[in-house]
């Protein structure tokens, strides 16, 4: 029997390899999109949204949205007179509902591809070679392997926790987002290494809902990645206020496994600038990176060059060193952001029917789900400073705004950084409530190119936390109106 043939074959169904078959589909390509039993439901049947709907992204809101709820009602409705009595929390409650929205999601995408005609095939996919300009893929699932042939590849296989040696991850005591996202009770004692992204929106969550939580983190600078006064605020936040105990510049030594009272205990060894020092949990979470999922891909079959850190290589239009083959998202360079990812098999999908793609690199918003939210966009005052770029600041702190005071949240900022010279906007920071969503108006702008006075000539609508985006703007100018 003749093998399979389609324009496109995408191997792996994240959000980067989804969007790309779709897209594709909706092109007119026939594409097809092969995605391993990685996160298999109970059935066995192949679950599809990758990292961020199974294990990432969307289970993560999901647990805190639920954690808020109880820390606001713990500790915050006694402001506006409301009390209430034995708050309890169901954890098992709370891990179904957030397992019923999973399998929601990844429903719907199955749905979508049935729409878009994508076909699905399930296995692991691989490259065998290429025959008459047709690349031959296998795929290994249940029933075998079966080899298909394609004109073009897009390679989206994501992106794995990367665990360190001699910290064995089980997923039940030493976890990774995995196992973080799916505990069966709240740890009294809460281990995290890493005061990353997830170890900070994990460690918040189980914070909240009541563990003593320690994150021990290697750099000696806290969110080293963030606007200098956004990370000196978040840390006011974090330790200060919510009391997460935060460990900078630590080497992790040894970590064991114990019983007391025929409990599992884990005592982690670390060093600081004081000597060694010991940390004893219930739970760890291991969130130190992400390893991008190149193993078992066939990439030497056919040459497929990968760079010094194990990625696919790719040029700005996300081709690889072979012809008609390209790879988005995390097991590519740049961030390891879902929408990133998206763009990118978006643009793919565009170039690969032959029109002009693009993704713009310097427009990606990052945030981070802790209380406060943190969001940018563009460049931060560091990098500015690094760069040798003349600029002009405006901050605006959310106690100046009506409706962050009503909702009773004025935690932070929004600071805007435009060029001293043309105005144009180089970044924007907003830590506080709403981050999220308020930073979507700062990419649009930063899109369109706009100027810090172009915001401050729009008119924001009153009351709202959106009109601190429009002061800050009126600050880079010196001349703000409430504060
Ligand atoms: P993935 O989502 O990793 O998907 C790759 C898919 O390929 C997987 O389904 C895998 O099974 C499949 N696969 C791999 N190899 C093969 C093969 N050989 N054959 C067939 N299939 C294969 N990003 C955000 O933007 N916002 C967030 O809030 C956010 N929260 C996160 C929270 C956590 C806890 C974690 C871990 C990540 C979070 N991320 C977030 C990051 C986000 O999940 C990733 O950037 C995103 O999932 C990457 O998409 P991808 O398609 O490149 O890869
Ligand atoms: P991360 O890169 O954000 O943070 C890892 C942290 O671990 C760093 O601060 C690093 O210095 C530290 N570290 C590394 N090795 C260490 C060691 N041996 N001992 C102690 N600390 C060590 O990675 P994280 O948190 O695992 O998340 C992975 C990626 O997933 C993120 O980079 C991000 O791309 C994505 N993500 C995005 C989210 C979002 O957009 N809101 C949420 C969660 C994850």
């Avoid at 026939?30 to 439901?41: K, L």
């Avoid at 209430?84 to 719907?108: A, H, P, Y």
Wanted: proline share 3%; glycine share 12%.
């Amino acid at each position: 029997m003749a093998n399979k043939q389609f324009d496109v074959v995408v191997i792996g169904a994240g959000p980067g390899g989804y969007i790309a078959a779709i897209r594709a589909a909706q092109l007119g390509l026939s594409t097809a999109c092969i995605e391993s039993d990685a996160y298999a439901d109970p059935k066995g049947e192949v679950r599809l949204g990758g990292t961020c709907l199974n294990v990432g992204c969307i289970p993560s809101k999901a647990l805190l949205r639920s954690s808020e709820l109880f820390d606001e009602a713990n500790h915050s409705f006694v402001m506006h007179g409301i009390s209430v009595e034995g708050i309890k929390v169901d954890v098992g409650t709370m891990v179904r509902r957030k397992d019923n929205i999973v399998t929601q999601l990844t429903s719907g995408i199955r749905g979508l591809f049935k729409k878009n005609k994508v076909t699905l095939l399930a296995g692991r996919g691989s490259f065998r070679g290429r025959e008459d300009e047709l690349w031959q893929l296998e795929v290994t699932g249940k029933e075998g392997t079966e080899v298909v042939e394609a004109k073009h590849v897009i390679v989206a296989t994501g992106s794995s926790a990367r665990h360190l040696d001699g910290i064995p991850v089980d997923n039940r005591i030493i976890c990774d987002n995995a196992g973080a996202l799916a505990f069966d009770s709240i740890p009294k004692r809460l281990g995290v290494i890493g005061a990353g992204v997830i170890g900070l929106e994990l460690g918040s969550v189980w914070k909240r809902l009541g563990s003593e939580v320690t994150i021990l983190e290697a750099l000696p600078d806290f969110l080293a990645a963030a606007d200098p006064a956004v990370a000196k605020e978040a840390w006011k936040a974090f330790t200060q206020k919510q009391g997460l105990k935060i460990h900078l510049g630590v080497k992790i030594g040894a970590v064991k496994q114990g019983k007391k009272g025929g409990v599992t205990q884990l005592s982690i060894d670390y060093e600081n600038g004081e000597g060694v020092q010991n940390l004893e949990c219930d739970r760890l979470i291991v969130s130190v990176g992400r390893v991008p999922n190149t193993a078992g891909l066939g990439a030497d079959n056919v040459g497929l060059k990968l760079d010094e850190r194990g990625r696919v290589d790719v040029n700005d239009h996300c081709q690889t060193n072979l012809e008609n083959v390209w790879a988005v998202g995390d097991v590519i360079r740049g961030p390891m952001l879902a929408h990133k990812g998206m763009e990118e098999g978006v643009m793919v999908a565009e170039l690969i029917a032959g029109q002009a793609g693009h993704v713009d690199y310097d427009a990606i918003p990052w945030v981070i789900y802790t209380h406060p939210e943190i969001a940018w966009v563009g460049k931060t005052e560091t990098q500015l400073k690094n760069e040798g770029v003349a600029y002009r600041t405006g901050q605006i702190p959310f106690l100046a705004n009506g409706r962050a005071l009503g909702q009773g949240d004025t935690t932070g900022f929004v600071k805007m950084l435009a060029d001293a010279a043309t105005d144009r906007i180089l970044g924007v920071h907003v830590i506080g409530a709403n981050a999220s969503e308020l930073i979507a108006e700062a990419v649009v702008a930063m899109e369109f190119g706009a100027s810090s006075e172009d915001i401050a000539r729009i008119c924001h609508a009153h009351p709202t936390l959106s009109e601190t985006m429009h002061e800050a703007a009126l600050a880079v100018d010196k001349r703000p109106l409430h504060f």
